[in-house]
Each structure stands twice: as structure tokens, then as C-alpha cells.
């Protein structure tokens, strides 16, 4: 802790004629600050980076008060005393002449970039008040709370919406949502894959961009360095992307896939994998319903309720799970009077056909390349190996995955069902060097809800939930945006009548612009909370609310790197800038004002857990500072939340192996069944058929992954490129492109393209280009102008473009080009199964 | 004036409404340049197009340097005329002493002044010059040899030569009589101090010329001592500053002495004087196109990438039309002189052309010495960078020039721009 | 007496450009100009294609070209191996940048206070930060430093001075890191006394092979590398951060 | 004669100031290694530098100049005075 306090005075001695004299030799401005004699209290204190995902602990030096540089706290085990050049350059953020300084109101018509006036909080919240109010008494699933990134999740997403009983909206689907659901649907953890990277020795960057992009958990300090360190201690990485970047210098081969295709090369390394041998059936016997015999109508032969194995030893179906038996894995076997096969021996059969000479076609990737990674996937595993750890011995099978971002795609459950699929084929999932899809393996709710979904006749929330159109669904605002617009497509009985707007910015952000704009036009009153004017609060909202950014408190939060258990909580490190204030503060007195209080107070007790003398009192009046004392102390901290104004962070001790890895809890994986074989897709797939939902929506749901050529294909061929979209490290989705000191470094937007695809066209280095994106279903297309950039690591027939900008009501982020959202579209062919936002679409580009 | 009898000789004291115009013509863009460096120093340097070598991808020294070399060596001209005159006894070239020494004085201000267009800090400057400055960099020669050793020295020749003329015209009835006598000093040409003059004339030419070869070398050496930068490091770099100050300062001499003998009434500048100027110029020139191919060749030969980098932006990229541009006109130059001495006459015309073209060429390659090795040559994979000078700098530039001709034209008012000729005779002028 | 150095670890540097940033919240440098500068390269073709990193401190060279041709020792070597900048007494004649192979300095070319990032004195910011010197102005800059006490932690910012990394002189001088090296999330920038064998780049220099920049032009850079290579003439600058004013 | 001791005087006191300055009153020469590189050992040593440089020439200045005392010669001028 480096939190040191000195003073220094800065006096000048000189006057008079001496003053002259140095002015003259010195030249007049030299004195500046000189003239002024001041003593300066210079002081350290903790907050937390409000930008990125990781709550970076951050100690705040501060002079005289007053915030004037932001460090890394040396406490924190996620940045260990160092930031990232967001957290760093944030301090612009904080004193952004733009931000948000009084509640607004607007004076002109939704739809355009807003005029206001000035309000005092009083009058803005009872507006907003009455608006929630009035509609919430009328049917609570009008009202909306949709949020871009929330820091303080038991608070805002749980607690609060759950007094309010709104709709909440997350951004979810134009993440990663998509791989969410296949690991939380196969294996039960919420996350997506990620490596154990203290102990891989093969490191699959799948679409993941190691060194600049983050994943899930943790956003980019931390994993970095863990991978920086597995490699120093040997691993081996290979980057499988269409664009490599960054990774380049980490990586040990690069396979340039084709975008979309992941799919087809998962398969292929299962159809390796197989063939090779390289099988770890122990796992899949005892973890997997691998040996659960399928008949031949897809689904599992049942006795009663209970799926059957073939005991080999028996020779005869028993129900699984029965003490004692060895389930088969391969061979064909009449059961009940039809011939059923154990599921891995139809998955054996499913994959027969995916031949690396199969997929080189596909993904672009040679034959020899993907059959040497299968080869390598298979020896490094090291099958049959345990290590201890902690004192604990566990299998030890060191192949991890990270898939991230790169699941947003049209086939991204079904890819990362694959993807599982392959790691679960070698046993490496939650084994130690393997796959993890969180810090601690906890089966997610998910696990059994996805099993479990009721398909609905409709009429359907806007969302889409337990639809015919999306059983397994991310939430997707675009879908909801495009079922508001065409309600009768997609069987919609009513849209939303008011907003809450958390930071977020869907009408930039999210991909389609144009469906999600038209849609927030018909919102009725949009209330918007952030420190800065969004683009969507410009557009549509009728009442800002100014929030502090790191100003404040919020959280709790984990401070984890994965290794080491530890908790944050952002603290202000001075008063809330202007008339901003925390969104706790402004929500409790949101929902004093619509009359949800005591219900808001009792959820926080819930979500936060406050109980006994901790326990908030609905009848009394708090402050957010009183809220997270409540639960400091709850927590066992004496000193309450001054505990975390002091220290910044909590840490605990290191995560035991029991906690981490799925072989190693009690019971192991969590007691669940991995879902090696989807047999719910399958019937999901027949109940969306039988409501008459269109093959689009049910066609992927199958119960092994199965490759189909991707809707983007059949645009014409004068679209000959593929557009993918990706993250600079400069750039925090659009929450950053407005601090000067970034977009200084980061350049603004360019459009990366291969230099022999850029000499057949014509095109050279800081051109301007047209973009232009074909939507294969509609016909539709887009185009934006922006600058081409040269550059030998993307696949020719790729060109990609980054996120952040296209942004207009900041001056400072206005003219850094444009968004990639606005060429990318929603719905069929453009959202995948689950309604998660694909990233991929085919372009022309040509001269501008 | 009623009492003046007989004009002064040369025009001195006469002034025309051409002159007139002139003056009031050049005092308009000499003060245009002031104003563009009063906006430098408002505004800071930003105003030029000058920017940092690297990531900014500029050239942090551009048109203001290339002149101070350029003045610098239009400077030559004067002192080596007078001193070649007392050392190699070429009196063909007296008429034209005089108006050489003149531009040394005003080139080296002008040099003056573009080395403070080139400072931030110009106030700085010049404190901190006399107070810190250190002879290890290459800049102490530029700044006490060249500026103060340099400037000073020809101020010193000049008035010492042109004491017998003063003293002349202040016999004659003017309204510059008293500034005469000033100057004159006493000065009543007996042989003592004839004589006495012939020999501080003599050890000044002697302790001026190693002056001269310093001062240019060492400009030179601010950049061929400099390993960081490809296209200048070289040996080359002094000997070549001293040829191309000789080329410029005689061509600009050239053109002053045909003004001089088109528009000052009575001055009689003798052909010999312009085909001694010619020659001379040809010789140099030759000298230094020989220089150019050597210093080429060495780059394009065995030089590292990136000098090989700076000399192929020469020689084809974005500097090539300045570069082929002043190659050409040193190239037309060398022709029309050798022309002119095929041809047997004066060829003032060719000379006057010549004299134009190699300034032209000089300035060009100032530039070209200057500017590449900065956007062009950096040693880290910084990228090409570029440099185009603003307004700023072009009416700074204009504005020396204008600054020069009318101190040289008001100087012709006030004292005779040609020795009165009174040699072998006394008492003969006018 | 320490002599200090630094050690850059290109097998670790991820070209995040988190140094940059934190170098100019330490040293209030004005838009466009970087002390630290963190290259991109790329190299080869595809798909044999190369991205790697490389930052670009003050070389802090111990034949340092800038203080020799300085013409007024406004720059200097000090003692302890920095190269040093006397903003009051620069008279902005910018030999030194020209001089530098390394292209690390920094003019001021107009006024700094008017390209800040952020503006203290805007209208609706200034009552809110009243009383207190704005987030851009270091106190720790404006003091002399050294025994020499001269002005040189970069808090000179005037127009028409050079400015140069200082290695983070009034940090070193507390026996802090410089704010580069305190920063770097990958801890691939390594600060210490070069002289003493038992200091951390000193050990790393011990173990593993470096080099230094433009070794070839002689200039005794105190800055190594380790890992990776010098950068070489098939090497392409990519993603050039934006540097105007 | 005192006109050509003056004058040599002159020129002998500007080269010796001129070297002694170079050499031992500027900044010292040598390897930087140190702040000592970057100051003049006396203050206003470079100006001490430049006088010299003057003098030198002042001494041909003073040498026409310094009036005579012997009047010799004055009648027998080329140039009567005005």
C-alpha cells in the first residue's frame, strides 16, 4: 500500500526586479507556476477503473483533494499495481468537459440529437418517477432496464429490477453469449472457454486476440501476463483467427481461418481426435451421457425416466448411473426391440464425415495443418496423466481453449458445442492445464433451465423468450428491436412504453443500428443514467441523469486472477464531480420516488445478502455509502466500507483446486451430467417444427454439431470479402473513443485489409474506401467510407474493422470514422440459434 | 540643397521616385517578413510546417535553417573579393570590393535574423548563447565565428576600405556630409596612412581567410558531424558548405555588380571584373557538381540502407524535382558560363542568368541538405515523413531578401557602392 | 553513485501502449508529443506474417549526440546516467532533435497549455475545480532537481523548448520507478542501477542476451533490450500512433 | 612604434583570450559524463570568446585610427581637408 501523504511548498524568492530579470531570461511563461506560492497536499487513495470488466484496483493521487492522476493498486491481485492504457488515461474521462453535469431534459423531438435544459434533480427524478410509475401499475414488462455494463450486479441487475419487476436487458448477445450457452448447456458453468493458463501447455487462442482483447472474467491486465508466464514456463499457443495482430509474437502458429468456420475445424479436430485414438473414455463414461444408448429416432432409450447404457461386462442396457456397470462407448446393440447405439458411437459416425480434407475446403486452413493440431491436441493432452496441485491429485490434461468474443457468429453455440466436444473427447475440460469456463466451477441454473424450456405459443415478450423462434435464447435488444418493428412475424403482443437506460449505448453499440433506432423511437420515455451524453441517450431520451464515473461507490466486485480469491468495492476518492452522483444513490431515490423503496431495500438485503444486525431497515432512508457499509460488515469487516476506502481491495486467500477444477469439487463437476449428446436440441427442434417456426430458427438445433454452409455465403459474389469486427486495446467498447488521449493512440477507425486483395482493387495504404455489406436474406445493403490500412496479418479474403467509433455527441469522439455496427445486420441468417448477434458479414470494398 | 554644387558621385544622396518606390516596395515585404515571425513568436513555432523527427513524422529544421546556410554562404563573396584583391593583387576587382563587402554584412544580418525565425526561444538565445554557449557543439562556431567573428570582421573591413571615400565625399557640400566625416574619421590620405592602410588591409585578408574556411566548415560540420542522421555524416559535408558558399555568394555578387553597372550613374565596373567573376564561378561550380557525383556515389555505392534510402528520395522520390531541379540549373549554369567564354564577350546577360541559377540551385540544395536526412532518414522504423513550409516561413524567407536589397539600395544612397577611382591618381574623383 | 538504466523485455512487451499513456499523466505532455513511444511492427508476408513491439524510452545514451551538440548545455548527462533537460535555460534551436538517431525528442511547437487533453478552465469545468492546480499540472514537475538543481522534470512545457523523457527524474530521485516502468501491466520494462550487479536489469543483462539500438552509431544507449531483435529494414511500422498539433 | 605595440597588443590579448576561453574558461571539453559538461567554468565565458575574436579585429581598427602624435606629413596629404 502505497498511500503516502507530503507536502511541498513551491515558493518563488524572487520580486520585483529579480522577478523581471528571470522573466526576461527565462521568457514569460516560465513563471506560470512559479508566480503562484502554494503548499500542495499531495495524497493517495484507493477507487477502482469503472471502464474495463476487471475493476482494476486503482489508487487515485490526489493534490490538494482533488483527483489529478490515476495509478494501479499494488494490492489488487488482477493489476498488481499497474493499469492499462484506458485506466490510465481515464483521469481525461473524469474532467471531460462534456460529461453530464445536471439532470436534462429534453426540449426537442426524440429521434435527433437532443436540446435540453438544465433541471434540478428534484424535477427529473419525480419525472422519471411518474413515467415508471404509471407504467409499472399498468404491466411491469413495459418497462425496460437495459444496461450496457453494470459494476454492481446484485444492486442494478438483481435487486433493482426485481423491486421494479421490469424487463432487463443485457448486452449479452453481442458478446458472448452464444458460448455461454453452450458450456452452461453442456457442462453447467457460467463462462466461456477459457484456459488454465498456470498450467496449459497447449493454449488454443481461438478468435482470441491474447495480449489485446481480454475474455470473459477478467478483461486484459491479468490474462496477458498469465499467458506471457505459460509461455516463459513453455506452452505452446497457436492462434487460430483470420486476423492476427498482437498475438503474433506470442503465437507458435498461426492457422488464418476462414470467419465462420469454426464450426467445420472443431469437427474436424474431433474427426482427428477420434481417429487417432486419442480418447479419454474414462471421462466420458463416468462425466458424460456419452454411453447413454440413442435409438434411432435421436432420442435416448429410456426405461421409465431413466436413460440406459449398454454394460459391457453385463452385456445388457441398464439404467445409467447404476453402480458398478462399464458403459459402452462404441458398437450398435438391440435394446427394447430397436437397435440403439451409445451416443458416442453416433457421434463417431457424425464426425466419420468431417475429414481435415473436408474442412481445409471450409475453413481455409490446410489439411496437414489441421491434422497436426488434432495430433498435437491429442499427445499434449497427455490422456491417463494426473499432477498434484495443492496437495491434490487431479487429471492433468493441459490443452486450453480460450473462444471468447469469437462465438458471435451464426453457428457460435453449436461451434463452441464443438468446440467442448473435442476438449471433453481428450477429458480436458476442468482438468488442471485444461479448460475452464470460470474461476470456480459452479453449475449455473442454465444447466438445468436449458434443459428444461417450455416452447410457448405466443404471443411472445419482445425478447423472444421461450419462443418458437429462440428456445435457448441471449436476450437479444435487436431481436427485440426487429420484433417491435414486425410484431406479427414473430408473434409480439406488445413492445416496451419506457426505458431505463444504465450505460448503455445500443444505438451505437450494437449491431443492427438501424432496427434498434427505429425501434427506440416508439419508447414513450427513455430515462438515461451515465456520466456522459450517450448517442441513444441523444437520440431518444427524455430525462439524463448525471452518474458519477469512479466517483463513487459501487460493486461488490471480484478481485480474482483466477488464482487468488479477492474482493473490491469502487470507493470515491472525492465528492461526485458537478451534480453527478452514484447509481445506487440515484436509484434508491428513483425508487423512493415510484414507491418501490421498501421493496428495493429487501431485494438489497437479499441480493447482498445483509441479514441479522446488517440487514438494511426498509423503513429508513440510505445512502450508497451506507448500503455497501451494510455489507461490509456483513462480510466480517469491522471498519464496514472504510476497510475498502483504506485498503481499496479484500484479499483472501488463493483458491483451493477444489474450487477451481471441476475433477476436483465435491462431488466432481458439480454432480452433473455432461451433456456430451444434446438430446433436448433435438426435441426442441421437433416443438419449434410443430409450432411452425421456419427452418432458419430450428435447423441448428441439432444434438451434435452439425456443419451447413453459412447464410453470409450466398450474397453475390461481387461481395467477396468477409467483414469481421474486432477490439483495439486502446478502446473499451465505446466508453472510451471520447478520451483524447486514447483515440490519440488508437487513430481512429481503418479498415484492415489484406495488401494483395488491396492491390487487386486498387486500394493503397490511408485510402478511403467504400464498404459495402450485402444481407443474403433481404438483399439489403450498407455502406460507410473509411480508411484502409495495409496489412499482412489478415487472410486476403478478410477484411476487419474495429469497434469504438462512429460516435457524434462528444466533440472529442465525433470524426474518428464510423461504426462496424452499421454494416452488420440483425435477424434470420445474422443472429445465430440462441439469438446472439453474429459479427459476420460479406463486404465489397472499392476506392472512395 | 542650396549650397550643393556638384552631386555626389555614383548617385550617392540622389534619391529617384524609382528608388523611392523600390525602397518603400522592399521595406513592405521586409516588414511582411517581421510580421510572420511576430506570428511565430505569438503563436509558437507551429506556425511553420516544421514538426518532430518521429512518431510526428516531421522535419524539425526546414526552410529557416536551409537559409541561415544559405545567407551564410551568400556571405563568402564579399571577403574573399577583398581579400583575393590584397592577397592575389587582382585589382581588376576593386570596383567591385566594395558592394562585396556590403552583401558579406547583409547576408551574415540576414543569417542573423533566419537564426532567430529558427529559435523558440529567441529572447533565450541570445542571453544564453553569450552566457552558456559550449564550444563542443558544432553551433559555437556558428554562433561566435560566423555571427559575431565573421560579421564583425567584415564590418571592420568595411569601414576601414571605405574611409578614403569618406573622407572624400565629406569634402563635398551634402546632408550626408556629416555621416561621411563620421565615417572618414580623420582620415586625410596621407601616405602614412595609405601605407598604413595597405597593411591592415593586408593581415586582415590573411587573418580573415582561415575566418572564412572556420566559419564555413564549420556550418558544414553542424551537420556532417552527426551520425544520426543518413545524408549528413560525411567528411564532405565542410569542403562542400565552403564550394557552395562560394557559388552562391559570387553568383549573387554577379548580379549585384550587373545591377550595380546598369542602374548607378558613372559606375564603370571593368569587363575583366566580370569575366574574373564568371570564371571563378565556373570553377567553383565544377568543383562542387564534382562533390555532388562523389558524394553520390559513395551513398548509392556503399552507403547503409538507410542512407541508400535518402539518396534514392533524392535522386527519384518526392525531393527529386527539387534535387534534378537544382542539379539543372547548376548544370544550365556551368553551360552558359563556359558559353560565355567561348563567346569572347562580357555575356552579361549569361552571366546575370548563371548568377540567378545558382543561387536558385544553391537554395535548393540548402533545402536538400536540410530536409530528407530528417523525413527520410530516420534510423528507427519511424516511416516517411513530411515537410512543407507555410506561409510563415515563405514570407520570413521573401522578407531576408527584401531586408538585403534594401539595405544594399539604401546603402548605395549613402555612400558610393563603387570606389571612387582615384588609383594610380589621387584627387581624381568625380 | 547508482548509474541507471533500463532493461525492456520485448518477449514480453505486449505493445498495449499503457506506458505511453501513464508517461504522459506523469509528465502532463500536451497532445501529440510521447517520451515513451511503443512501436508496432510488422514483418514478412502473409501468412508467414510477424507483429511484434517495441517501446522507445529516452535511450538515455551515455555518448549521447543531443548533449554534445547542445549549444547552451541546457541538455546534459548527469552522473547518474540520465540525460537530462534544463527547460529554463533551452533556447529551442532543436539540434538536439535533430542530432538524436533515436527521434525521442519533443518540441513545443505552440502553446502546450492550449493542447491538454482536457480543459481546466473551461467554462462549466472551472467552478467545479476551483482552488486546485488542474489534473495536467504536476507540482513535482516545476522543482529543481539533482544536486545540480536545475529544472529538468519535464515540467517546462513552454513554448518553444525541447522536452525529452527524463526517466521520470522526480520520481527516480524518491526512489521510484519511472511511471512507464511502474505501469507496465507485463512488467516488461525493468528500471534499476545498472552498476550494481545484484539490481534487477542488472541481473537479467547477467542472464539473457540484449542489445542495444543503433548500436552501430556509437551513442552507449542505457536502454537494452532483451528478447526479440533491432528492428531491421524489412521492418514496417504498423498502427503509428497520432501525433499532431 | 606604439600604434603597431597597441594593435599587436590588441591582437596577442584577443588570440589569448580567445584560447584561454576555448580551452579553459568554456565549458570543458571531454566526454560528458557529468552537469560539469554543460556549464561554462565562468559565467559569461562564451561573451569573453567573442571579445576576443573582436579584439583581434578591433586592433586593426585602432591601428588606422589612433591618432598620431607627431604630426607628420599633414600638408603633404592627397586630400586637403574640406
Known sequence: MRVTRRTFLKGTGATGAALAARRLLRGPETLRAAEIPQAYVEDFVPTACWIGKQDCGILARRINGRVVSLYGNPSNPRNLGTLCPKGVAQIAALYDPHRVKTPLVRTNEKGVPGTWRQATWDEALELAAEQIRTTLEKDPSLVVWQKGRSKSKYVYDEALTEALGCTKIGHGAFCSDAGYRALEYTMGPKGVLNPDLRHSKLILAWGWNAVAAGGNQLCWITWPRQLIEAKENGAKLITIDPRIRGTAHFSDRWLPIRPGTDLALALALCHVLVKNDTIDREYLRTYTNAPYLVGPDGYFVRRGDDPLVWDERAGKAVPAGTPGVVPALEGSFEVDGVTAKPAFQVFVEHVERYTPAWAAEITGISEGEIQLLGTEIGEAASIGSTIVVDGVELPYRPVGVMAYHAMQQELGFQATRAMILMLMLIGAMGAVGGTLGTTKWEIDDNYFALDAIEIGDGPYDPLLKSSRFFPINSGNPAIAATAILDPETYDVAKGYEVMILHMSNAAVSYPDTQAIRAAYRRLRFVVAIGPWLSETADLFADVVLPAATLEKYEGPGSASDGYLDAVMVRTPPMPPLYQSRGETDIYLQLTERIGVYEAFIEHLNEQLGLTGPHALDPSRRYTEREVFDHWAKQQGLEEGIAYFEENGVWVKDPLPPSVRYGYATDPPFGGVIHRFYGESLLRYQEQMREKGAPETFWRDYTPLPTWRPLTMDSSPPQYDLYLISYKLIEHKQDRTSFIPLLSELSGGQRLDINPATAAAKGISHGQMVWVESHNAVTGETRRVKVLANLTHAVRPDVVAMPHHFGLFSNPNSKDLGPSANALLFTGPGYVGMTADASFHVKVRVEPA | ?430 | ?245 | MKRVAIALALVVVGFALQAITYLFLATPIGKPTSVRFSNPRVPFAPALFILGVMLVFIAAIVYELLPERGDEGSTRGDEPRA
Request: aromatic share 12%; glycine share 10%.
Open chain 3, 1 to 245: 553513485m547508482a548509474r541507471y538504466g533500463m532493461v525492456i523485455d520485448l518477449d514480453r512487451c505486449t505493445g498495449c501502449r499503457g506506458c505511453m499513456v501513464s508517461c504522459k499523466i506523469e509528465n502532463n505532455t500536451p497532445q501529440g508529443s510521447y517520451w515513451m513511444y511503443v512501436f508496432r511492427f510488422e514483418e514478412g508476408e502473409y501468412p508467414a506474417t510477424k507483429v511484434r513491439f517495441m517501446p522507445r524510452p529516452c535511450q538515455h545514451c551515455d555518448n549521447a549526440p543531443c548533449v554534445k551538440v547542445c549549444p547552451v548545455g541546457a541538455r546534459y548527462k548527469r552522473e547518474d546516467g540520465l540525460v537530462a533537460t534544463d527547460w529554463q535555460r533551452c533556447i529551442g534551436c532543436r539540434y538536439c532533435e535533430v542530432a538524436c538517431p533515436y527521434g525521442v525528442n519533443t518540441f513545443n511547437w505552440g502553446h502546450p497549455e492550449e493542447h491538454y487533453y482536457f480543459d481546466w478552465n473551461a467554462e462549466d469545468v472551472a467552478p467545479e475545480v476551483r482552488g486546485t492546480i488542474p489534473a495536467w499540472d504536476n507540482p513535482s514537475l516545476d522543482e529543481p532537481y539533482g544536486p545540480e538543481q536545475r529544472h529538468i522534470a519535464g515540467g517546462g512545457h513552454l513554448k518553444g523548448v525541447v522536452d525529452k523523457c527524463t526517466f521520470c527524474v522526480q520520481r527516480v530521485e524518491e526512489g521510484l520507478d519511472p511511471a512507464c516502468v511502474q505501469n507496465c501491466p507485463v512488467r516488461a520494462l525493468i528500471f534499476g542501477d545498472l552498476d550494481d550487479p545484484e539490481s534487477e536489469p542488472a541481473k537479467i543483462l547477467e542472464r539473457r542476451p540484449s542489445f542495444r539500438l543503433l548500436e552501430e552509431a556509437g551513442t552507449e544507449p542505457r536502454v537494452h533490450y532483451v528478447g526479440g531483435a533491432p528492428p531491421t529494414s524489412e521492418t514496417r511500422q504498423i498502427e503509428p500512433a497520432k501525433a499532431e498539433v
Open chain 2, 1 to 430: 540643397m542650396a549650397q550643393q554644387v556638384q552631386p555626389l558621385p555614383y548617385g550617392v544622396g540622389h534619391t529617384s521616385r524609382a528608388w523611392i518606390a523600390w525602397v518603400a516596395a522592399l521595406a513592405a515585404v521586409a516588414i511582411a517578413g517581421w510580421y510572420g515571425w511576430s506570428v511565430e513568436i505569438s503563436r509558437g513555432m507551429i506556425v511553420t510546417g516544421l514538426r518532430d523527427i518521429g512518431p510526428m513524422g516531421g522535419a524539425t529544421w526546414g526552410l529557416d535553417v536551409a537559409f541561415i546556410v544559405y545567407w551564410v554562404g551568400v556571405s563568402f563573396a564579399g571577403i574573399t573579393i577583398a581579400a583575393l584583391i590584397r592577397l592575389a593583387s587582382l585589382h581588376a576587382l576593386k570596383p567591385i570590393a566594395r558592394m562585396a563587402e556590403a552583401l558579406t554584412v547583409v547576408a551574415l544580418l540576414a543569417a542573423t535574423f533566419a537564426i532567430m525565425y529558427d529559435l523558440g526561444q529567441p529572447l533565450r538565445g541570445v542571453v544564453n548563447l553569450f552566457r552558456y554557449a559550449r564550444p563542443q557543439s558544432p553551433f559555437f562556431g556558428t554562433f561566435t565565428l560566423v555571427i559575431s567573428g565573421y560579421l564583425f570582421a567584415s564590418l571592420v573591413y568595411l569601414y576601414l576600405d571605405g574611409r578614403a571615400d569618406a573622407a572624400a565625399l565629406a569634402r563635398m557640400p551634402s546632408r550626408l556630409r556629416w555621416f561621411h566625416r563620421l565615417w572618414a574619421a580623420g582620415y586625410r590620405g596621407t601616405p602614412a596612412e595609405r601605407a598604413r592602410h595597405d597593411r591592415t588591409a593586408f593581415w586582415l585578408a590573411i587573418a580573415i581567410v582561415p575566418l572564412l574556411v572556420t566559419a564555413h566548415s564549420t556550418l558544414g560540420f553542424v551537420f556532417g558531424l552527426q551520425v544520426g542522421r543518413p545524408g549528413w555524416y560525411s567528411a564532405l559535408q565542410a569542403p562542400a558548405f565552403v564550394l557552395l558558399a562560394g557559388v552562391s555568394g559570387l553568383g549573387a555578387l554577379i548580379v549585384i555588380a550587373v545591377i550595380v553597372r546598369r542602374t548607378v550613374p558613372d559606375a564603370e565596373i571593368p569587363d575583366a571584373a566580370f569575366r574574373w567573376l564568371g570564371t571563378a564561378l565556373l570553377v567553383l561550380l565544377l568543383a562542387y557538381l564534382y562533390f555532388m557525383v562523389v558524394e553520390i556515389l559513395t551513398n548509392i555505392y556503399t552507403g547503409a540502407a538507410r542512407e541508400r534510402d535518402v539518396t534514392r528520395e533524392l535522386l527519384f522520390g518526392d525531393f527529386a524535382p527539387i534535387y534534378w531541379a537544382s542539379v539543372a540549373s547548376f548544370a544550365i549554369s556551368v553551360g552558359l558560363l563556359i558559353l560565355r567564354i567561348v563567346r569572347r564577350g562580357v555575356g552579361l546577360g549569361l552571366l546575370v542568368t548563371a548568377g540567378i541559377l545558382v543561387n536558385l540551385g544553391a537554395i535548393g540544395k540548402r533545402f536538400l541538405i536540410v530536409v530528407p536526412s530528417q523525413t527520410h532518414g530516420t534510423l528507427l522504423p519511424y516511416g516517411t515523413g513530411s515537410y512543407a513550409p507555410t506561409w510563415v516561413e515563405y514570407i520570413e524567407a521573401i522578407g531576408l531578401f527584401a531586408f538585403c536589397a534594401f539595405l544594399l539600395i539604401v546603402f548605395a544612397k549613402v555612400f558610393p557602392i563603387v570606389p571612387l577611382n582615384r588609383a594610380p591618381r589621387g584627387g581624381e574623383a568625380a
